[in-house]
Each structure stands twice: as C-alpha cells, then as structure tokens.
C-alpha cells in the first residue's frame, strides 16, 4: 500500500530520514533503516573537516528545533570507513541518500565526484548553505546559482539521481525549483530549515551560541507544505516534502500537496526513530479507512 518509486529506486514507504539528524555515523543510520525507515540520509558532508558552532546548537522550544549546528563534517576524505558500512544497507533495501555541501561552486563538484564514487541511491544537494563565493547569502535563494551548481555536479554524478534541496527562505523558492528541473536535477526536496532565532529574557541573550539559526518541526509544516503545493504545479520532478512531520495526518498532508517522499527530522530528535513506523501505519490506518488501496491515489489531490 505504501510502497514508493521515487526516481526508479523502490521504497517500502514514502518517509526518508532528514539529512543532519543522525550524522554520517553508519551504525546509528542503519539502526533508523532497520526501525522502519524508507530511506536514510546522511548528514551533509563538507570539503573539509569542519567542527561546527559552540553549544547551545540545537535547543528545543514549543514548536520545534532551533538549531545552528554550523555544518560540522568529518571532510569527505574521512568518510570511506562509514560508506563501507553502509553497504549493509543493501542488504535490507533501504536506499541511501547522500547529502553534500561546499561553500563554493568548486568544493560542491570536488565533494560530488567523490561521494559518487561511493555509489549511494542518490545524492542530495543542500544548497541552503552560505555561498562565499557570491556574497554569502544561501545558494538557493537564487535561480541562477542553483542552476549553474546542479548543472556542474550533474555532469560527475553519472547515473545517480541527484536531489537540490530548497531553502524556505528564497523570495521565490519555486523559482529556484524550476531552475533546478532545467538544470537537470532528479528531485527537488522543499524544503530546509527556516532561519530564526530566540532571545532568553533573563540572560537578555540569544538562546543559541551561534545567535541565529534555522527553525524545523513543527512551526515549519504550513510554510514547507506551501512550497510543495505550488512546486507540483510547476515541476515534473518528484518531490521530497519535509518541515514539521510527526506523524501520517502530517505525511499525508504533503504527499496530498504532491510529495512522493516524506521526510522526517526534528521528530526523532524529540521522539525516537519510532516515529517512522507510527507514521507509516497511521498513513495505512487513514488510507484504509478512506477506502483507497494505494498512497499514490491521493497525491496531489488537494489540487482538484
Ligand atoms: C540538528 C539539525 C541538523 C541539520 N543538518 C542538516 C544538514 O547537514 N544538511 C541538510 O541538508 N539539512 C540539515 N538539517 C535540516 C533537516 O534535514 C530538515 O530539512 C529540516 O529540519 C526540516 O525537517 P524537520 O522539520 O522534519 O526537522 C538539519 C536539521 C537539524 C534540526
């Protein structure tokens, strides 16, 4: 009932674990596979080692995460052991998403070329991140630049399907959407975190070491599944809704905005990788009760 095709690679359900949630540890994303799990994502991974932002970096507030984790990684040439133990992901067929960032046009290809030679499922592209090279504002607030980066990261990645991740934060998210379709992007996922901040009243500071940051769960849903809705008008390319999932009135939200895939991050911060079993039999639970015998009848039908 929940089974997925989602750029020719087969999912047993629609949800996928968010980039960031788990790092690029092996064990702890095969343990989310293994807990339900459609497919998992890494955490993006950088041109070079990187520590990222002082604690606080991710606090919880009454309507989801805020967090600033500054992008660490290990660098992408201190990956090889965790990809060698992701084969094991194969083995029970949950697709692995890589997820890459560079800081400029440059770093994005030399992170590419490598992570595809790890041959993951697919390999996400988190555009949302500061671009030094044009002035320090996100890649994908911009069509061009996130045309010209999917474009050149196309040309090393072969076969494997390559995913431009949105930023909630771009004037015209739909636009940078369809720049990345002409550039020959797979699938979009709308989309990122929605930067933010919060002020502790008593310390009369920001909350977080690094001050701002980019908000997630559930204050993020409203914005995210707006993006998706006007995206299925406009694209072909399969989407990846995620903001704010915690369970499948959530997940059935999107994939009724039009998302073929559901991803979910800030609720198994909060909750634990459960989450995605009880998403997926609450997605089965309200299907069945509403007589329909597969998910993909009710994609995109809050457009009729
Ligand atoms: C602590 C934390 C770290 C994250 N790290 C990344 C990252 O490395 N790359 C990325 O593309 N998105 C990252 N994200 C964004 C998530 O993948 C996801 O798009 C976003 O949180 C919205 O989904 P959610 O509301 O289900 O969390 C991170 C989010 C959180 C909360």
Aim: hydrophobic share 40%.
């Amino acid at each position: 009932m929940l089974k997925t095709t989602f750029c020719k690679i087969s999912l047993n359900n629609p949800t996928r674990l968010a980039s960031g949630i788990m790092g690029v540890n092996a064990g702890q994303l095969i343990r989310v596979a293994k807990e339900g799990a459609g497919a998992v994502t890494m955490k993006s991974i950088g041109p070079k080692e990187r520590k990222g932002h002082n604690n606080p970096a991710v606090i919880e507030w009454e309507h989801g995460l805020l967090n600033a984790a500054g992008l660490p990684t290990p660098g992408y040439k201190n990956t090889e052991e965790e990809f060698e133990e992701l084969k094991e992901l194969k083995k029970i067929k949950v697709p692995l998403i890589a997820s890459i960032y560079g800081s400029t046009a440059n770093e994005f290809l030399e992170v590419a070329e490598y992570v595809a030679s790890k041959k993951p499922e697919a390999i996400e592209l988190d555009i949302s991140c500061p671009n030094t090279e044009w002035g320090g504002t996100q890649f994908a607030c911009d069509p061009e630049i996130s045309h010209k980066i999917v474009s050149s990261v196309k040309n090393v990645c072969g076969k494997i399907p390559v995913i431009a991740k949105l930023t909630p934060a771009a004037t015209s998210p739909v636009a940078v959407g369809i720049a990345c379709e002409e550039a020959g992007a797979d699938a979009i996922c709308a989309a990122n975190t929605m930067p933010g901040m919060l002020i502790d009243v008593d310390a009369k500071k920001p909350i977080l070491a690094f001050r701002k940051g980019g908000m997630s769960g559930p204050a993020l849903k409203p914005i995210n599944l707006k993006i998706v809705y006007e995206l299925y008008e406009k694209v072909k390319i399969p989407i990846i809704g995620e903001g704010g999932i915690t369970n499948g009135k959530d997940a059935l939200e999107y994939v009724m905005a039009g998302a073929t895939v559901c991803g979910i991050g800030s609720a198994v911060y909060k909750y634990g990788s459960g989450v995605f079993k009880k998403t997926t039999l609450e997605m089965e639970k309200w299907l069945k009760e509403n007589d329909y015998s597969k998910l993909s009848q009710v994609r995109g039908i809050a457009h009729e």
